[in-house]
């Protein structure tokens, strides 16, 4: 059984507002990326940080749990920590689906065939969009638990700060863990981070 998280707990600093509740296609960023997550999973979380209460009033989840990330603040890591605690706690899931909710324009093809495709109990699959890595990453239940051990000092050896980048991607590709890259042909989704994007 797999699961989904979609981590949409940023500040948004370079789009000025919550990049959530962009506008998108006659939706919003965020909005259109649950709809395309909840159309291949039941179970979905989607992990809010800043301004939440705003975004909550403004944006349809369908059947998607909220999961609030109160240290939104020290990062991508956090939000993928409350994400898996959560998903723990409940049904026996062998795979979780990370998203990005700056990235609606993820391709339902893409979803399918990661979806469709067999792997190792310990093997990470991520897309490959012609030689670029990107989202969703497949996540066995056989990492999570050091996924949710890792603190945000855990992900760069020159930043000693809660605030440092941990980058997903480059932490499995980079470590001696297994992984499977799914090559398609053409470009990975945009992250929306500012006007500029649109």
């Known amino acids: ?11 948004s600093l370079r789009m ?6 962009a506008e998108y ?12 997550v ?13 301004d939440s209460e705003t975004i909550i009033e403004k944006v349809d989840f369908k059947s998607s749990a909220i999961l609030i990330n109160e240290n939104w603040n ?23 689906f990370i998203f990005l909710g700056d990235q609606p324009s993820v391709d339902g093809k893409v979803i399918q065939r990661l979806l469709n495709t067999k792997h190792d109990f310990d093997e990470v699959m991520i897309p490959k969009y012609r030689y670029k890595y990107g989202y969703p990453v497949v996540v066995p239940k056989y990492f999570w638990n050091k996924l949710e051990m890792i603190t945000q000092d855990d992900s760069s050896d020159e930043i000693d700060s809660v605030f440092g980048e941990f980058d997903l991607i480059n932490f499995f ?19 929306f981070d500012e006007q500029k994007d649109f």
């Open 38 to 50: 909840s159309t291949y999973f039941e179970d979905a979380v989607v992990v809010l940080g800043y």
């Open 16 to 21: 000025g507002f919550p990049k959530q509740l």
């Open 74 to 96: 020290e990062g991508i890591i956090s939000s993928i920590r409350t994400g898996l605690h959560h998903l723990n706690q409940n049904k026996n899931f062998e795979n979780v």
């Open 173 to 191: 590709e980079s470590s001696e863990f297994k992984t499977k890259s799914i090559n398609f042909n053409f470009l990975r989704p945009t992250d």
């Open 25 to 36: 296609k006659g939706s919003t960023i965020l909005e259109t990326t649950i709809k395309t």
């Open 1 to 11: 059984m797999n699961a989904a998280i979609i981590l949409a707990a940023g500040e």
